[in-house]
């Protein structure tokens, strides 16, 4: 099946620095793919939609000169956190659409800003 | 938007019962109503999934239920197993291009 890869899984960075998260489509072409945030305990919320070869759609709260989304090519997405803070702490979880309406997860990266 | 309401919170069964979770939603466009598990620091997995012209769909131990007039959807897992133990989000949508709004979550707890 579709298989979204996601890394890194874990990373822990220094407050003020920037940190790059990949997602790659490994067996297909993903025009669009989706950027999630998860707090502990707590439910996926859409951050941001990224379109191939277009700027990045953030949903409403969500800073776009903060989380950089950048998608080059159908089968790389990257979401870069800047200026990290210790609330920027999370997990982070890409997603493409595999057709229909069916979406495919990556494995999430957990972000620890110290 | 859609709003997605999910129940119950946590959901703590004995091994071998069965588990239901119910989610409920706003939007009449849905037609496209996923259930996913995720595993303890892992993304979320498609377990199971129905489309608004079927009103169930079973997959062995697991199956979907679908009430549309009552905008409802829910997941039946039967004879429990520990490796059931996971949260289980629900997420309707219309199927179109947009991200997925998910509901808050159930943990399911198998006790053995």
């Known amino acids: 099946g579709a298989v979204v890869s996601q890394h890194p899984s874990r990373v822990i960075c220094k407050s003020g620095t920037s940190v790059k998260i990949e997602c790659r489509s490994l067996?297909?072409?993903?025009?669009?793919m989706f950027w999630y945030r998860q707090f502990p305990k707590q439910s996926l919320m859409l951050m941001a939609t990224?379109?191939?070869?277009?700027?990045?759609?953030?949903e409403q709260g969500v800073e776009k000169d903060k989380f950089l989304i950048n998608h080059a090519s159908l089968t790389l997405s990257t979401l870069t956190v800047t200026s990290a803070h210790p609330e920027d702490s999370s997990f982070y979880i890409c997603?493409?659409?595999?057709?229909?309406?069916?979406?495919?997860f990556g494995s999430g990266t957990r972000l620890t800003v110290v | 938007g859609e709003n997605v309401e999910q129940h119950p919170s946590t959901l703590s069964v004995q091994e071998g019962d069965s588990a239901v979770i119910k989610c409920t939603y706003s939007?009449?466009?849905?037609?496209?109503f996923p259930w996913y598990k995720q595993e303890l620091g892992k993304g979320p997995q498609l377990i199971i999934d129905?489309?608004?012209?079927?009103g169930e769909k079973k997959d062995q131990r697991i199956a979907v239920t679908l009430n549309k007039t009552a905008k409802h959807f829910s997941l039946h897992i039967t004879e429990t197993q520990p490796e059931d133990s996971a949260v289980y989000f629900c997420?309707?949508?219309?199927?179109?291009?947009?991200?997925?709004?998910f509901g808050k979550g159930t943990h399911l707890i198998i006790q053995p």
């Open positions: 129905i489309r608004s012209n079927v």
């Open positions: 939007d009449s466009a849905s037609n496209y």
């Open positions: 997420a309707p949508s219309g199927g179109g291009a947009d991200g997925l709004t």
């Open positions: 997603s493409a659409r595999v057709g229909g309406a069916s979406y495919t």
């Open positions: 990224s379109n191939e070869g277009s700027k990045a759609t953030y």
């Open positions: 067996d297909f072409q993903a025009t669009t």
